[in-house]
């Protein structure tokens, strides 16, 4: 039987993502000669909230031009993309799936941020990167997928600046019992690895960092999604066509067991900005 990894990455990994955009962006209108990261956002923020989330986790973070970000499981990269665009800063995305690394290096190069965005294929666990090589650290909605999240976060100090900030967005194990499967990180609970969001700070500050900033936006995914439901006339379907072209056919059934998930209290959704003591 394949290993948790083999399997996490078997569970994202898709033939033709960056293809696949390109075509829907043609269909759009758009000349994919010049594309920026806004021309994406509904295809690679591949996190609850999406770029709503992002757009507010990078108000956090702040990031400047000489700061140079690891985006800690990328994916096909939109929020590196989306931070080296409107913040100028340098970014460096990590992730475990092949897949996801080449329509991430793809898409940035038709974007034009090759020179501030680079990508590395490498499991967060055992990074491939110096001690203190990064000012700041980013991840949104990828460490669901990592058993060992003592290792996770241990990695995560090595390679941060003492003083550097993390900021992260995490869905976290909620009071009423394990989410509904399939859910956008995992179809059964093999490679689903949910921590309540007591747990998890107490694991972070373990592995040295303090505590800044700590929000549950729960509240704000449940209505976001109900906001989708009601544009899309009551649809029973979270609204999120571009997202379902990289996650696959599967996805809205994944996405309502999201949105019932926390809706039940099963799961939360967390965003914190923490600071390598
Ligand atoms: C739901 S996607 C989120 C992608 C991206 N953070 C975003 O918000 O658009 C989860 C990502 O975590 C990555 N991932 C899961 N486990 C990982 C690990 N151990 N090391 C690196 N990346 C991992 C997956 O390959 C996948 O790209």
């Keep these: 039987m394949a290993n948790a990894t083999d399997q996490v990455a078997a569970h994202y990994a898709r033939s033709d993502i960056a293809e696949t955009i390109l075509q829907a962006m043609r269909a759009a209108g758009k000349d994919i000669e010049r594309l ?96 203190a090589s990064f000012d700041a650290l980013w991840t949104q909605n990828a460490v669901m997928n990592i058993a060992d999240r003592p290792r996770l976060y241990a990695e995560m100090a090595r390679v941060l600046k003492p003083g550097g900030r993390l900021a992260m967005q995490d869905v976290a194990q909620g009071p009423a019992g394990p989410p509904l499967f399939p859910v956008p990180w995992a179809r059964d609970p093999s490679i689903s690895f949910l921590h309540t969001p007591q747990e998890t700070r107490a694991m972070l500050e373990a592995a040295g960092f303090r505590v800044l900033v700590w929000l549950d936006n729960s509240a704000a995914a449940i209505a976001q999604a109900a906001a989708e439901r009601a544009k899309a006339g009551g649809a029973p379907v979270a609204s999120s066509p571009g997202l379902q072209l990289i996650a696959g056919e599967d996805f809205p059934e994944r996405a309502r067991n999201t949105a019932r998930s926390l809706r039940e209290g099963r799961t939360l959704l967390i965003n914190g900005l923490l600071e390598r003591v």
């Design 36 to 131: 920026t990261p806004d021309d994406l956002a509904e295809f690679d923020h591949f996190h609850g909230r999406r770029l709503e989330a992002t757009e507010e986790l990078a108000r956090l973070l702040a990031p400047q031009a000489e700061t140079h970000v690891l985006d800690v499981g990328c994916g096909i990269g939109g929020p590196a993309r989306y931070l080296a665009y409107h913040y100028r800063c340098r970014v460096t995305g990590l992730d475990l799936t092949p897949e996801f690394i080449a329509a991430a290096e793809f898409l940035t190069a038709r974007t034009g941020l090759t020179d501030r965005v680079s990508f590395r294929q490498g499991n967060a666990t055992a990074m491939p990167f110096a001690d």
